[in-house]
């Protein structure tokens, strides 16, 4: 199997003008069973379908990423693994060639949306639609993997949308 490459942007959004464009919307529960600088190891439940994914370390908006479907019932157990878990609900808004992705965090992390957007390469143009407001591609902070062990309800000092 070839090795699969993610390059995502990711961007906090201005307002909620988004929602009139949603297209689907699925709850996701998802943890991670390892979350080394090099490596992160997630499992996910997005609905009733189970996922184990693997990532490398971060190359600019670019890295290594292998995801498998697995059973529901590993994917739950799996879940019970993990010392914190995010719950969030991803809404779908496409805008030709491209889908969005918006994840609207609950619990710890509530009050956060992030609108992520995957490219077929680091340098491929889309467009931004108004919603969009500052890109948070770089920040840390706004790794799942990192929102995971440090929530945004204990570190936001605004009101990001």
């Known amino acids: 199997?070839?090795?699969?490459?993610?390059?995502?942007?990711?961007?906090?959004?201005?307002?909620?003008?988004?929602?009139?464009?949603?297209?689907?919307?699925?709850?996701?529960?998802?943890?991670?069973?390892?979350?080394e600088p090099d490596r992160t190891v997630?499992?996910?439940?997005?609905?009733?379908?189970?996922?184990?994914?693997?990532?490398?370390?971060?190359?600019?908006?670019?890295?290594?990423?292998?995801?498998?479907?697995?059973?529901?019932?590993?994917?739950?157990a799996l879940?019970?693994?993990?010392?914190?878990?995010?719950?969030?609900?991803?809404?779908?808004?496409e805008i030709v060639p491209y889908v969005w992705e918006i994840d609207e965090f609950h619990g710890d992390n509530s009050g956060l949306v992030v609108a992520e957007i995957e490219l077929p390469s680091v340098n491929a143009a889309f467009s931004q639609p108004d919603w969009l407001g500052d890109e948070v591609s770089h920040d840390t902070r706004y790794f799942n993997s990192n929102l995971s062990q440090h929530p945004f309800s204990r570190w936001n000092t605004e009101s990001p949308r």
């Open 79 to 93: 879940l019970r693994l993990c010392p914190r878990v995010l719950d969030k609900t991803r809404h779908l808004v």
């Open 42 to 76: 997630r499992v996910r439940l997005k609905g009733t379908q189970g996922f184990l994914t693997i990532k490398g370390r971060n190359d600019g908006i670019a890295r290594a990423e292998f995801e498998y479907p697995i059973p529901q019932a590993d994917a739950e």
């Open 1 to 35: 199997m070839p090795m699969g490459i993610e390059i995502e942007r990711k961007f906090l959004l201005a307002h909620d003008g988004w929602r009139a464009k949603v297209s689907r919307s699925t709850r996701i529960a998802q943890g991670y069973l390892c979350t």
